[in-house]
């Protein structure tokens, strides 16, 4: 087992980093016409077509978090945390047929503008406010440093800053393309991150299977992994009993079984692919049954995910508990990594480039967001008003630069704690103080006429104030046993409400709250949205795709309960 890259690793590196640097710059030189046009830089306005748009939010999506984190709970946990694939791809078939129509009929081009129109601008300060703070101190630094740290660790330990910064630098160059560069990059990213993660899944399915005496057989290897850890493979994980080890708590307290797909879960999804200007963008510039099918494409994707993803971490816990698996390092986090070192040459430097592709993507997605974001939301509005097209882009450039500049020094020495915790549940935590409140404010303001600037506010503040009570402090102020909520021991000599719970209860709170205050004010707000039935039609091949989404799930569901 070579635990070092070789010069065909190397060289099929450097061929995909061409590839995807003589794409871009091709794409780039074709729009560079259009280079200080505004709407064309930030959202590539009807240029996308819809495999680009699936391809760029699929390739957006899978990070860091993903590749390294979600194989880390893989390990962990098991299939259950595929739950967060799979119910993404029903999020986005809901995101599709019911949420971008109310964006394109309003042309809404950034999650802010759409808070303005529906809202205030107060409020649509404030989120604006959120989400920078959130795309670059939770999102941009977690993807950047996971991925440092993974792709450090297959080419010896000790160019961890130099993998950071050229990362960074890589992702700088595609993004100061704008959309147009971005999106279409990442239909070669995509390609190349689904190769090699099926290239990593299929090795380590017939490493395990070699392992175990059957030989280079993948599905043996699979039928192993069944049989060596059943209990990887339910998705419902058993609520804790007093004979319960701590293990197993942890496991619930990341994933508490049903109680997860009552709200957590959905809230989760349904504000990440519904409310979220990093993935909605991609769509905002198309017409309807263009975004409709690219993103309906993204959640048939989806459904592949867990198997480049997931399986790898599973597959690392069944070689890592028959003593298989000595360069296991890092934790949970450290299985991906761990099972890349069984890759023969060439095929290793196709896997980091894969991991790398996944990476770069989501990096360049998220600084174009937040260089839209604080360009027309923040500097057009409130610093430059008088702004013309090329100092717009210009500025959105600086933005650019100046975001991934901020996450390489955050992440220079970990000084968020990143490392520390589960690079995936990291993220989905953090973004989950949030994620109640902001999709409250959506949901209420899309589809109920009443609901008022002043409760979106509120809704807004309540939320945030809600998730943060339930996640840190409740357990010690009303006591782990209530009618609301059980807390579990977290191992730390606390008790710890899974957050999942959290995110629900913050949720349907934020939204009595919200609908008491609508209550108060006229009964159809001025600015609230004209909704018709045909804005909600779907043509027949639509319908089509997302049947067949929904059967799948189903399937899988049914095996693996």
């Not at 107060?122 to 440092?148: D, E």
């Not at 610093?383 to 097209?389: P, S």
């Not at 008491?516 to 045909?534: C, H, I, M, T, Y």
Request: hydrophobic share 55%; proline share 3%.
């Amino acid at each position: 087992m070579n635990h070092q890259l070789t010069f065909a690793d190397y060289a099929v590196f450097l061929i995909y980093f061409v590839v995807v640097a003589w794409y871009g710059y091709s794409v780039y030189r074709k729009r560079k016409k259009n280079e200080h046009d505004a709407k064309a830089y930030f959202l590539a306005e009807g240029t996308l077509t819809w495999w680009a748009i699936g391809a760029s939010l699929i390739a957006s999506n899978i990070s860091a978090e993903q590749f390294i984190g979600m194989s880390g709970e893989g390990f962990f946990l098991g299939i259950a945390v595929a739950a967060y694939e799979w119910i993404a791809a029903i999020a986005l078939i809901i995101v599709a047929v019911w949420f971008i129509p109310v964006y394109l009929k309003n042309n809404i081009y950034t999650m802010p503008q759409f808070l303005t129109q529906r809202y205030n601008d107060s409020t649509a300060l404030i989120m604006a406010v959120f989400w920078l703070f959130l795309y670059v101190f939770v999102n941009l630094t977690s993807i950047l440093y996971l991925g440092a740290v993974a792709i450090n660790g297959l080419v010896g330990g000790e160019y961890l800053h130099v993998i950071m910064v050229g990362l960074a630098l890589f992702a700088l160059f595609i993004s100061l393309g704008g959309m147009k560069v971005v999106a279409y990059t990442d239909v070669i990213q995509v390609a190349v991150l689904i190769i090699g993660g099926l290239v990593t899944s299929y090795i380590a399915l017939t490493t395990v299977a070699e392992y175990f005496g059957h030989g280079s057989d993948a599905w043996a290897g699979f039928a192993t992994l069944m049989k060596e850890a059943p209990e990887h493979f339910h998705m419902m994980i058993p609520k804790p009993t007093a004979a319960s080890s701590q293990t197993d708590i942890d496991k619930y307290l990341t994933f508490p079984g049903m109680l997860s797909y009552v709200a957590g879960i959905w809230i989760i999804n349904l504000n990440y692919w519904g409310c979220n200007q990093y993935i909605t963008q991609r769509a905002l510039g198309a017409d309807l049954q263009t975004a409709r099918t690219g993103i309906l494409f993204a959640g048939f994707l989806k459904l592949l995910m867990p198997l480049i993803v997931m399986l790898p971490g599973i597959a690392a816990f069944v070689l890592y508990q028959n003593g298989q698996l000595p360069q296991l390092v890092g934790g949970k986090d450290g299985a991906y990594s761990a099972v890349l070192a069984f890759l023969p040459t060439g095929l290793k430097g196709l896997s980091v480039a894969a991991l790398t592709a996944a990476i770069v993507a989501s990096l360049a997605g998220k600084v174009n967001s937040i260089s839209t974001i604080y360009t027309l939301d923040i500097h057009k509005k409130y610093i430059h008003k008088d702004a013309d097209e090329r100092k717009q882009v210009n500025i959105g450039r600086i933005a650019v630069f100046a975001s991934i500049l901020l996450a390489v020094l955050f992440t220079w020495n970990d000084v968020l704690g990143i490392g520390g915790v589960g690079g995936f549940t990291y993220i989905q935590k953090y973004t989950g103080f949030i994620s109640p409140g902001v999709f409250a404010m959506f949901l209420l303001g899309m589809f109920w006429k009443r609901t008022t600037g002043t409760a979106a506010i509120v809704g807004l503040l309540t939320g945030f104030l809600l998730s943060v009570f339930f996640n840190e402090m409740a357990p010690a102020v009303l006591g782990s046993e209530t009618l609301l909520y059980t807390a579990y021991p977290n191992g730390k000599g606390g008790f710890e409400i899974p957050f999942h719970i959290c995110m629900g209860l913050a949720f349907f709170l934020t939204m009595a709250v919200m609908i008491l205050v609508s209550l108060a004010g006229p009964k159809v707000n001025p600015k609230a949205f004209e909704l018709d039935k045909d804005m909600f039609k779907v043509k027949p091949q639509t319908m089509v795709l997302i049947v067949v989404t929904l059967l799948i799930i189903a399937a899988l569901y049914v095996k693996f309960w």
